[in-house]
Each structure stands twice: as structure tokens, then as C-alpha cells.
């Protein structure tokens, strides 16, 4: 942004001024520090120490106290507002905001370049790469030349106003030179971030205050900018990558700046503006393999690097290209993200806990020495079941690899026992219940040890919260912590004295007054209308998914005419197998299961399926199954639009399945569905077309 020329008279004037600090004009002193601004937040070269910008910056206030109405809305000491803000206003984008198309491998990539190719009509694409960072999206409005709005991401088409929140960070101008360009308004992308150095120097003034640490760099971003007082903000010491022009509109008479033709010349106007765009750290790649070449090289170097990403993004540099290809409703169809793989770290197995879940189930959960991996800080991890643990060779107290597989969920990849010391030990697993010490069971077509006496108190706790959980019953203001609290006071021992509590008793318990009462009431007499699919999966029946359970619902009447339907019946239904069958039939055929469907009949819980008429919509007769993160719609919302026209959801990839709706991060269900020819993949956007 500035030349060496003009760097070298702002040097001059910086010694003048700190040598005669009353010998400066207001608007020279502000230049000049909006010049150390850029050095030290932009250019990452400053040319002062922190107490000779603190000297020049206290001269600026002193002058413009003496001279208020001289005060300008771009002057560095208007970054820091007066005020909190207690509202934040939810304001539409001048452009939406998109997803990017995620990609994990080299045939992911080829797959984009040709569909690239093909829509551009060309044999070879130039591309633009640049890091993807782990950090909080925003969105800026210059106008006049002047910082007039910046939003969260929110919704890609909404976000949440939080201009003054955005002042704090100071590698963001205030005003930048869009007339120099021709340019009346201007909307730009990029992403807040925390660095690894501001990361851990704010967790130390934390802990140094008694407080609780924050858990990631990427959370600490994100959660700063909607923090109601900006001084706050300025404290954690944010900075922010800009990385696309989104819109603008020019001045009359003028004409598109020629950097404005590329990505990569966007990129350079915005790093000439003062912004700290990704000028230096993009790389112009004018084939799909040297960017293959280059996603793998990188990739080895993140660690290297002073903030955290979780990947590239690889973009058509040509903006006629980007034009030509348009974009989907979720996504550009010039972009996609290349996600790099699950981080790893080394760390010290501990000890190990075995918790019993709902149908018995021990599972083993190693307890480790708390590591940051990926952002986030892991010290527990299930290890699933016996032979897992034996598989990789387990034991207390030695040094493991972790990773997070899909930068999301924490595993177990290996023991080293090169690094033992003799003193690690065999993990025992356990013969009897670790809560109700009765004797543990295991199918010989199972992995898992199973406590099988139903008085178990962790499995009837783990019960009544399952049927109470959204998914199920859904009674809104009964949780895990209030199922606990009332099972130990004995105010609740099983599923039925739900609907038979002492709110007389809970009334006079801290936290419990006549409005929590009256709102768990109604929610627990609203559960009694649930449609039956949600009683059957509220029951938890073995391998019986929400699915599943609208299968079963379909078929029936009443929930009790599963006591006379055989093992082969129940395999007649759709996406019911021989081991889901089995369950099914065993738990109608035990005698307390009977009784307490009875007791919750007489308790007025609704038994019969009242839909049974088959819905004719554009659906009809189409089986889908969806996987990964959806962005414009929750799952429920989305399956009962498939269901409300006709289709069906399934419960996992098979060849009935016709459609599969990939979201963001994607797993195994996306790649055993790629093996089928028959199955139509397809994005959230392409979905929301096909319902219409």
C-alpha cells in the first residue's frame, strides 16, 4: 500500500514528532497512525515500539478533546465505542453469503476441474489457491470511501450488524481509497481470526484472573464478536484476513479497474487498499494437478503457520469464468474447499472409565492428559468396547496418537510401545456392571459387554433421558440434570412416573418456581399427543432408529398389534432387516415391556397411529437418506419435506435408495454411496429444488 518513498517520510516524521510532540497538524498525526497501524497489523513490519505508538496515539486524543468537532468517524481513536451493544441488529447481505463444495482427496478435485472444464468449454483452467481459515466469517460495506457496516455470516443470506465490534481490530481501515478506483460501494468477505500467540497469551491473563481458559482460537473469534462491550473485543486482540470482493458499484463515468478481472487482481486492489488480503500467502496454479501438487505440500506445512486453517480454497481466477459457471443455491460452482486430514497429537492415557448406557452397554472412555488438537482441547475418548482396546493394544499410562477425525470427532489411532517405560498396565475390563456389580454378558455376534439386569440405575436413568430427549418424546424443560436430581431423591424411579410426579414436592426445590412448574407440566401433557413413531422410539428398542420407527408406525394400528407379528413380518417392512426384526420381536414378547406400554396407555399416552393414508406428492415412492451438516435446513426439517410429499427417509445406503443429500463433512455413507450406481448424490441446494 505505501511506497518506500513514502514509507521513508513517515519514518521522518515519526522521529520529528516524537522528538517535539506539539509540532504536528490533527490530520497528519491521524495519517501517521493509520500508517503504524498498517505496519504493525497489515504489513506485520512495525517501525515503532508499542510506547511510541502509545505517545502518538494519546497525542491524537488530547487534540481531539481540545477540538471535538474536528473528531472524523475514520480516526483511530474511534475504533473503541462509549457504549455496549446490547442488541445486535439482524441485516441482509448485498450478496448471500454461499457455502463452498468441500473436497478430500486428488479424485475430488479432477471431478471439480472437470465439471469446470466442461462448463467453460475449455482444456486447461487457470486457478487462484489461498488458505481456508478456522475462523469467523464477516462481512464489510464501504461506501464514500468510509466503513459504513460489517455483519456476521449468520444465515449466508442475514447476519447480525457488528460494525462497532469490528472497529476493535485494527488490521481492518476504517476508510480506504475506493474513489482512487472509481468505486462508490463495495461489499467485501473475509474471516476474523485469533492467532496462535493472542490465543495463548489471552488463556494465560485468564487463568492469571482465576478464569476459565477459552477452548479454541476459532471459538474466541467468533464469540468476540458478538460481545456486548467493544473494549472487550479490542482486548483479545483479533485480526482479519480479507479474501474476496463479493459487490460494488462504481462512480458515474468510470470504469472497471483491470485488477478487477481476476481473483488474484482482487486480491492485490484490496491489499493496495490497506486491507490484509491474501496477496502474499495465494498461489496462481494454471492446471488441476499443480494444484493437487501444491494442496499436498501445503498440508504438511499448516503446523508451520502462525493462525490455524483447516484447509484451501481453490478458485477460478477469471471472474468471466466464475460468471459463466454461476453458482448452485449453496454453493459457487467455481470454488470448492480441499479439507485437509484429521489432526494428530501424542498424549498420555491416563486412566480409563466404564460408563453403562441405556440397553446396557459397558463402554470403555479413556481419560487422557488434556491436549489441544485441531483448536480444541480433548481429555476424554471412547474407546468403544473390549476389542478395540485390545486390537491397538491399550494400556494405563501409555503415550497415544489422537486425531480428530473429520477435524471433529476424537479417536484413539494407535498405542506407541516403543515409548513405554515398564510401568504401563493391562486395562482390565470389567466382569461385572461397574454401577449395579451384576454379572456382564456378551453375544457371540457382538463386541460388547452387556449388563443385562434391568434395575440397573444407570440404564433406568439413561432411559427416561432418552425418552424424554427431543428426538423422542421431546418434553422441553425435562433434561439429563432434572431425570438425575429426581431419580435420587427418589421423586422418580421409571418411565411412567413421568407422567405422575410430586410437583408439590419439586415446587419447593431451589431453581423450581410456579413457572418451570407450569411449563414442565404442559410439556409433559403435550408429550401424551406425540404421533406414535415417537413412543416407539422412545422406548428404545434395541437398533430402533427415528427411522425405523416411522417404518414401524406406518405399518401398524395400534402399538400393541406388534405382539402378533412373527420375525418374517417384520422383515416385509421396508428397511427392516433380520437383526432389527429380531429386536423388535423380543421386546413385544417380554412381559414387563407389555406392562409398561399398558401403564403408559392408562396414563393417556397416544397408542395409535392416526396417518396411515399414503401421501401422493413429486416424491412418491422416493427413497432418500441425508449425511453430513445441512446449512439451509435442520435434518427434521428437511426429512419430514420428503415425507409431507410423498417419500421415505432411510436409515443407511442400500440399493433402494435413490437419492443421497450430502451436506458439509460428509463421511462414509457419501463414499459407500459413490460404489452404487443407481443412487443419485446430490447437494442440499439440489434437493431444495427437487421438493419444489
Not at 336 to 341: G, M, N, R, T
Not at 621 to 650: P, W
Request: overall charge negative.
Amino acid at each position: 500500500m505505501y511506497t518506500k518513498a513514502q514509507i521513508l517520510d513517515f519514518q521522518s516524521i515519526t522521529k520529528q514528532f516524537i522528538e517535539h510532540p506539539h509540532n504536528i497538524e490533527l490530520e497528519q498525526l491521524r495519517k501517521l497512525l493509520k500508517f503504524h497501524e498498517y505496519q504493525y497489523y497489515v504489513a506485520a513490519a512495525p517501525l515503532i515500539s508499542d510506547y511510541e505508538y502509545d505517545v502518538l496515539y494519546q497525542q491524537l486524543v488530547n487534540l481531539e478533546a481540545a477540538s471535538p468537532h474536528l473528531i472524523t468517524i475514520d480516526s483511530p481513536t474511534q475504533r473503541v465505542g462509549n457504549s455496549l451493544n446490547n442488541n445486535f441488529e439482524t441485516i441482509p447481505h448485498l450478496v448471500p453469503m454461499l457455502s463452498l463444495e468441500n473436497s478430500y482427496n486428488a479424485d475430488d478435485l479432477n471431478d471439480f476441474d472437470r465439471k469446470a472444464r466442461e462448463g467453460a468449454q475449455l482444456e486447461e483452467i487457470t486457478y487462484c489457491v489461498e488458505p481456508k481459515f478456522d475462523g469467523a466469517s464477516i462481512s464489510l460495506v464501504y461506501e464514500n470511501d468510509m466503513l459504513v457496516r460489517a455483519c456476521t455470516r449468520g444465515d449466508g443470506v442475514a447476519g447480525e450488524e457488528i460494525t462497532q465490534n469490528i472497529k476493535q481490530i485494527r488490521s481492518i481501515p476504517l476508510s480506504i481509497p475506493l474513489s482512487e478506483y472509481g468505486i462508490h460501494q463495495m461489499e467485501i468477505r473475509g474471516e476474523v481470526i485469533m492467532s496462535k500467540k493472542s490465543f495463548e497469551d489471552f488463556n494465560e491473563k485468564l487463568k492469571a484472573k482465576q478464569l476459565s481458559p477459552l477452548a479454541n482460537p476459532r471459538n474466541a473469534a467468533a464469540g468476540s464478536l458478538r460481545m456486548k462491550d467493544p473494549k472487550e473485543v479490542a482486548e483479545r486482540n483479533l485480526d482479519a484476513f480479507i479474501y474476496h470482493i463479493s459487490f460494488y458499484t462504481l462512480q458515474n463515468g468510470a470504469i472497471t479497474p483491470e485488477l478487477l478481472k481476476t481473483h488474484s487482481g482482487s486480491l492485490e486492489l484490496l491489499w493496495n487498499m490497506g486491507f490484509r488480503s491474501l496477496q502474499k500467502e495465494k498461489k496462481i496454479i494454471s492446471n488441476i494437478q499443480g494444484v493437487i501438487n501444491f494442496c499436498n505440500d501445503f498440508e504438511l506445512e499448516r503446523d508451520t503457520l502462525p493462525y490455524e486453517i483447516d484447509g484451501l480454497v481453490i478458485k477460478i481466477n477469471d471472474f468471466s469464468l466464475q460468471e459463466k459457471l454461476g453458482m448452485t443455491s449453496h454453493h459457487p460452482r467455481w470454488a470448492i474447499a480441499y479439507k485437509f486430514k484429521a489432526r494428530q497429537a501424542t498424549t498420555i492415557l491416563e486412566n480409563v472409565e466404564f460408563q453403562v448406557g441405556r440397553t446396557g452397554a459397558v463402554t470403555p472412555v479413556a481419560k487422557l492428559k488434556a491436549v489441544a488438537i485441531g483448536g480444541v482441547t480433548v481429555s476424554s475418548i471412547s474407546m468403544h468396547n473390549e476389542e478395540y482396546i485390545r486390537e491397538k493394544d491399550l494400556r494405563l499410562g501409555d503415550t497415544v496418537i489422537i486425531e480428530r477425525a473429520g477435524d471433529v470427532i476424537p479417536q484413539i489411532v494407535q498405542s506407541i510401545p516403543a515409548l513405554r517405560k515398564g510401568t504401563e498396565t493391562i486395562i482390565e475390563f470389567p466382569n461385572a456392571c461397574p454401577v449395579c456389580d451384576y454379572a456382564l454378558e456378551k453375544e457371540e455376534t457382538e463386541a460388547v459387554w452387556r449388563c443385562n439386569n434391568p434395575l440397573c440405575s444407570a440404564q433406568i436413568v439413561e432411559r427416561m433421558i432418552h425418552f424424554v430427549s427431543k428426538d423422542a418424546m421431546d418434553i422441553k424443560s425435562f433434561g439429563d440434570a432434572n431425570i438425575r436430581k429426581f431419580y435420587e431423591m427418589e421423586l422418580l424411579k421409571n418411565i411412567p412416573q413421568i407422567y405422575q410426579l410430586d410437583f408439590e414436592t419439586i415446587g419447593k426445590l431451589e431453581g423450581f418456581g410456579k413457572k418451570s412448574i407450569d411449563n414442565l407440566k404442559a410439556a409433559i401433557e403435550a408429550s401424551k399427543s406425540q404421533p406414535l413413531y415417537r413412543l416407539i422410539y422412545a422406548l428404545g428398542i434395541r437398533f430402533v432408529g427415528e427411522t425405523t420407527a416411522k417404518t414401524i408406525a406406518s405399518h401398524i394400528h395400534h402399538i400393541l398389534d406388534l405382539e402378533n407379528l412373527t420375525e418374517e413380518q417384520l422383515q416385509s417392512f421396508e428397511d427392516v432387516g433380520v437383526k432389527v426384526a429380531k429386536s423388535i420381536y423380543h421386546y413385544f414378547h417380554e412381559t414387563k415391556n407389555i406392562a409398561l406400554i399398558k401403564e403408559l396407555e392408562s396414563l393417556g399416552l397416544n397408542m395409535i397411529q392416526t396417518n396411515t393414508t399414503a401421501v401422493d406428492g413429486n416424491l412418491s415412492g422416493l427413497n432418500f437418506l441425508f449425511t453430513g451438516t445441512l446449512t439451509q435446513l435442520k435434518r427434521s426439517e428437511a426429512e419430514a419435506m420428503v415425507e409431507a410429499r410423498g417419500g421415505h427417509i432411510l436409515s443407511g445406503v442400500s440399493s433402494k435408495l435413490n437419492y443421497l443429500v450430502v451436506g458439509e463433512d460428509a463421511g462414509s455413507k457419501l463414499e459407500k454411496a459413490k460404489k452404487i450406481a443407481s443412487i443419485k448424490i446430490i447437494t442440499e441446494g439440489e434437493f431444495v429444488e427437487l421438493t419444489k
